[in-house]
């Protein structure tokens, strides 16, 4: 058994909008690097405590371009899972207004140029199912005005749609503040879209909806939002939480990691937005983030995985060396 604690953030410092995968009992996880170059660092985690940086996504002029448009350019919110030993992101170079995929056989590279695609929504995700279609989820702002999540199957072969793209949910409240960053999961017979809501700031929030057929309006969990830390009030040390992706354990049990902010000296953001994690149990066939208490705590009893022990990451570089650090 491990005796460990899980201690948020896993990730400290700027390593906004996680996503997580597990290959086997491997976990690996990108997070979003906006106007950085290389782009995109990937981490790989044996116990979920401890993790080490493999690489970068992004590490090629050809695969990434930049601008410097102070905190809206670059790439935000990408999604990462594997299918049949190929590794997938797709996100959205907002550099370039528009969203790609890239692929790799090894998570540390080299990862392939981008795939360009031909939609203008954000936060692209995407799903595999049980029969081996892939399903992409997007965002798209309809005639109304209002913002929506949608799908449409997509061929990964020729990087293409098939078939209509079809409006699955609008989010927990109606008219919401930013529906986004949507990912798909499939346990007992439902499928389940989470997605973030009400802005990445103090509003933040994870809201979920599910439906047996994949192509039909979801239906929204009464118990909404089922992740935020709006209500504790602004001067709550841990704030911003939201935009969550989950993974399952090959134990059965499930995790979120999710981004975050600490405040400094009651309002000050210096590290931006962390990584955090917090265990994950279902409830009449609904999802339940950190159960018993409803917010991330600092620390959570570790899963039973065997421990890894890292090197500590460095925290001071002289630039002395002939290759940069990874950090």
């Known amino acids: 058994m491990n005796q460990e604690q899980l201690k948020n953030p896993i990730l400290p410092g700027f390593n906004p909008d996680p996503s997580i995968c597990r290959v086997e009992d491997d976990f690996y ?18 116990d979920l405590i401890n993790w080490k940086q493999i690489g970068h996504v992004l590490d090629r002029q050809s695969q990434l371009h930049v601008t410097a448009d102070n905190i809206v350019a670059g790439i935000m919110a990408p999604t990462l899972r594997y299918n049949k030993g190929t590794f997938y992101v797709i996100t959205s170079n907002f550099s370039s207004k528009e969203n790609f995929i890239v692929t790799a056989t090894d998570p540390s590279g ?4 981008p795939y360009w695609l031909k939609d203008d929504g954000i936060d692209p995700s995407l799903f595999f199912d049980d029969d081996g279609k892939v399903y992409y989820t997007g965002t798209a702002r309809e005639a109304s005005g209002e913002q929506v999540i949608w799908i449409s199957e997509f061929d990964l072969q020729n990087m293409c749609f098939i078939g209509e793209k079809k409006t699955i949910w609008g989010g927990a409240l109606k008219n919401c503040a930013s529906p986004e960053a949507p990912h798909l999961y499939k346990k007992d017979g439902y499928y389940y879209l989470v997605i973030a809501e009400g802005g990445t700031e103090h509003f933040h929030a994870v809201t979920v909806a599910r439906s047996t057929s994949i192509f039909e309006y979801f239906e929204s969990h009464k118990g909404n939002p089922i992740m935020t830390h709006r209500h504790f009030g602004k001067d709550y040390p841990i704030c911003n939480v939201g935009h969550v992706d989950l993974v399952e354990l090959e134990s059965g049990e499930w995790y979120a990691v999710m981004l975050g902010s600490r405040l400094v000296d009651g309002h000050h953001k210096n590290l931006g937005r962390e990584t955090f994690i ?14 018993g208490t409803g917010r991330i705590e600092r620390s959570y009893p570790a899963p039973d995985l065997p421990t890894s022990v890292l090197q500590p990451m460095t925290t001071r570089d002289d630039f002395n060396e002939e290759k940069l650090g990874m950090e």
């Open 110 to 113: 080299p990862w392939s140029d």
């Open 278 to 291: 917090a265990p994950v149990t279902w409830e009449d066939h609904w999802p339940v983030i950190s159960p």
């Open 29 to 46: 996880l990108v997070t979003s690097s906006f106007s950085m170059f290389p782009g995109i660092p990937i981490f790989h985690s044996k």
